[in-house]
């Protein structure tokens, strides 16, 4: 039965994908649940209006209201029989509007700075966030899971287009550096004002991780209509306050929201009951923006972000007792698994300067920003090692400094020219302090007194990409993007770069469709999370040894990648498109979590390939949206050529020989979901369908498919003695309490089983003022 759900959906949904047309602009479609760069909306095109001549493969929207100027309505001649504009455009604006208007300009052109240029591009805003099951208090992995080829995962993890892992963050258009891959996620829902996913053939500005940029723009005093307080709670004791504050006055601008979050349920579920056992959650998150206008073409803004997240790791009843230690009594009877007592602590903190100015004919921003990381495990000693030999605890920090360049210049009447570069510094440091049993020749347990073994290590690495390139229209329905980028890594453990050439094509033959294809050299180093050979040893003979202590430094990936793909429009309500991609890699890179520990360790295979296609529909009329995504990718890796001591001897022989599907591969995933908002009301409907993630010896088993309904309701009261308006809402997750399994602890690099959650009803009040 589940397996009809993606088909009947694509029928009766609405798929709502997007990419950006030559100008690169990412603008709002017929779908509130969508954006596409394919029309423009009014917002979007006074912006561009005296920018994008050289870009604009037309130089006219498709949607309703064509400008073949590329200019607003009312600038146009014909719009007055006198050639004079209207008289409300030579209105004197106010000191407020016209501070609006300045911070506004500011805003949209620094999206002209790093365009998705011919990249596929899905997007979402407000509206549809709000769409979204929980809304703002929703975690942001869950708001991605909204868009195509997005995969969900465990620990909050997500998927692009078949990849582990390989996602940059940029917030305001400026790089998020790279945290620990733990399972926490301190960008917060509430500080979005709008959100991008661009994958495909990205064109050269965008390096190093390059599954998909989730390009976040944040809110600010502007776009913040009212300060709010917040209240979210329910099901598994979820208790969630939040506060947002913003506001303008003069040049200053600010916005900053602080949330605390505490509930039963912080890590996925590893059986399949209602309620995990040790599993209580408690996370403090905020973040700050502020900004100052310098002048009408300039201004210089600061952002930071701080979070503290406290997880207990969810038991198992009932494991075997595997090994005696002579600290335990053999007739204890606290020695049980659903005692276990291991928990994990994430915190997360940075913060980016930005100085950006835009004048008619360059765009520039520069921004140096900083990140510290930190993920410590702490552990059960007597019970770690009655079940598993092994008791370790664990400190694991980044500590990342860099500064990022990028700029615009129209250069010729056809060609805009862009080029800049990033840099940054990373140093990594894994502290263990570890308790094991030794072991004789056949590897059994040879004495009951544990073992200390301490061992300090870390790694440094430094990532550095220049890139250049042109967008040339070549006709006025023809634009041809490319560009060329250098990148070199280097790190205590490996050294590697690479050049590499980057090329789009849009084609718009008629007003309403929209064609690209392109071509992209990528080049994706790993985090530098490498064991060395010296750490290894210092386990040989406990319990703690690996089988083999074979140990090739974990290597940069490199592919070439192909994407083409159609944009139609069938009515200004209604939208479809189609894009199929494949990828050829050597060094194909992985992540798998090896331990007790929620931290995640790169490795890679000697050659992958991944490739496969995206449909989408969608449809808004009024207030109604509907909506509806169906993807489908397929995945093959062949040797694990790095960090081989992590795997079993047999499975390392089989790899070696045969190519395997990559545990993470979604094959079919679906999302849909129908809505309908006004001023007071807000109803909506939402589904997720999920098939293929991988399990078993290599890889070889996959796990059961999984379709998810959840339902929403939420109503404005604007008549209230204090404030502005008050808003209840009332969520219903996995409205038939399904009972799915995401990983069952097998399959290469996975060690623990997670089910996904159970029903769970769950209600809010904010309250504006």
């Not at 060395?532 to 940069?556: I, Q």
Request: charge should be neutral.
């Amino acid at each position: 039965m589940l397996g009809g759900f993606p088909a009947f959906m694509l029928l009766t949904s609405g798929l709502s994908p997007a990419w950006a047309e030559s100008s690169g602009a990412i603008v709002q479609a017929g779908s509130p649940r969508m954006e596409s760069s394919h029309v423009e909306n009014s917002r979007a095109e006074s912006s561009r209006a005296e920018s994008s001549r050289a870009e604009n493969g037309t130089g006219a929207t498709t949607h309703r209201d064509d400008h073949p100027t590329g200019k607003p309505k009312h600038d146009r001649k014909e719009d007055s029989p006198h050639g004079i504009p209207p008289r409300s455009v030579l209105r004197a604006p106010s000191p407020r509007t016209e501070e609006i208007r300045v911070t506004a300009h500011l805003d949209q052109v620094r999206g002209r700075i790093a365009p998705s240029l011919g990249a596929v591009s899905y997007g979402i805003d407000q509206r549809q966030i709000e769409a979204t099951p929980s809304g703002e208090n929703a975690a942001f992995s869950q708001i991605l899971l909204r868009l195509p080829g997005v995969v969900m995962d465990s620990y909050g993890e997500v998927h692009v287009r078949g990849e582990h892992g390989g996602l940059t963050y940029r917030v305001n258009g400026v790089l998020l550096p790279e945290g620990l891959n733990g399972f926490g996620q301190e960008l917060d829902s509430r500080i979005i004002q709008s959100v991008n996913l661009l994958t495909g053939t990205l064109p050269a500005q965008f390096g190093f991780r390059t599954a998909g940029i989730v390009d976040v723009t944040t809110k600010s005093g502007e776009t913040l209509k009212n300060n709010q307080l917040s209240l979210y709670g329910g099901s598994y004791n979820t208790f969630f306050p939040a506060l947002q504050l913003g506001g303008s006055k003069d040049r200053w601008d600010y916005f900053v929201t602080a949330s605390y979050n505490r509930n039963d349920i912080g890590i996925e579920n590893p059986t399949d009951s209602f309620r995990p056992t040790h599993d209580f959650t408690q996370q403090e998150k905020a973040f700050g923006y502020l900004a100052y206008r310098l002048d009408d073409e300039s201004r210089l803004s600061f952002l930071t972000s701080a979070s503290y997240a406290d997880f207990q790791l969810p038991t198992t009843t009932a494991l075997p007792i595997l090994y005696r230690a002579s600290t335990i009594a053999p007739d204890d009877p606290t020695i049980q698994s659903r005692l276990l007592q291991d928990s994990q602590t994430e915190q997360n903190y940075y913060a980016v300067l930005s100085y950006q100015r835009s004048t008619e004919r360059t765009n520039l921003q520069i921004s140096p920003f900083f990140r510290y990381g930190r993920i410590g495990y702490r552990n059960d000693p007597d019970r770690d090692l009655a079940f598993s030999g092994i008791s370790q605890r664990e400190v694991n920090d980044f500590t990342t400094g860099g500064v990022q360049f990028d700029t615009s210049c129209d250069i010729a009447p056809h060609h805009v020219l862009r080029f800049g570069f990033l840099a940054q510094y990373t140093r990594e440091r894994l502290d263990t302090d570890t308790l094991a049993f030794p072991v004789d020749e056949e590897g059994e347990q040879s004495g009951i007194d544990p073992l200390r073994i301490v061992d300090r290590g870390g790694n440094w690495a430094v990532e550095a990409g220049l890139y250049l390139q042109d967008a040339y229209r070549l006709t006025r329905t023809l634009t041809f993007n490319y560009g060329l980028r250098y990148d070199r890594f280097a790190s205590s453990f490996h050294s590697e770069g690479q050049l590499s050439p980057r090329a789009n094509m849009v084609w718009k033959p008629r007003p309403g469709t929209t064609i690209h294809f392109g071509y992209s050299r990528f080049f994706a180093p790993p985090s530098p999370q490498y064991i060395s050979d010296a750490t290894l040893a210092k386990f040989a003979g406990t319990t703690n040894a690996p089988e083999t202590m074979l140990n090739t430094p974990t290597r940069v990936e490199k592919s070439n990648y192909v994407d083409a793909g159609i944009l139609q429009h069938i009515t200004k309500d209604y939208q479809i498109t189609i894009d199929a991609y494949g990828k050829w890699a050597r060094d194909q890179g992985d992540l798998g979590q090896f331990g007790r520990a929620v931290i995640l360790a790169p490795f890679s295979y000697r050659t992958g390939r991944v490739y496969g296609a995206e449909i989408g529909n969608s449809w808004r009329h009024g207030g109604w949206s509907v909506f509806g995504n169906f993807s489908f990718v397929k995945t093959w890796a062949k040797d694990i050529n790095s960090a081989q001591y992590q795997f079993e001897a047999a499975e390392l022989a089989y790899i070696r020989h045969h190519g395997i599907q990559l545990d993470h591969q979604g094959e079919f995933t679906s999302s849909a979901g129908i809505s309908y908002s006004n001023r007071i009301d807000m109803a909506y409907l939402d589904f997720l369908y999920g098939y293929g993630l991988r399990s078993g010896f290599a890889n070889l088993d996959k796990q059961p498919a999984y379709a998810i309904f959840n339902i929403g309701y939420a109503h404005s009261f604007t008549h209230v003695p204090f404030g502005h308006a008050i808003r209840l809402r009332a969520d219903v997750v996995n409205l038939f309490d399904h009972r799915y399994q995401i990983r069952d602890g097998s399959g290469v690099g996975v060690t623990q089983a997670q089910y996904g959650r159970r029903r769970g009803a769950f209600f809010s009040a904010v309250s504006s003022f």
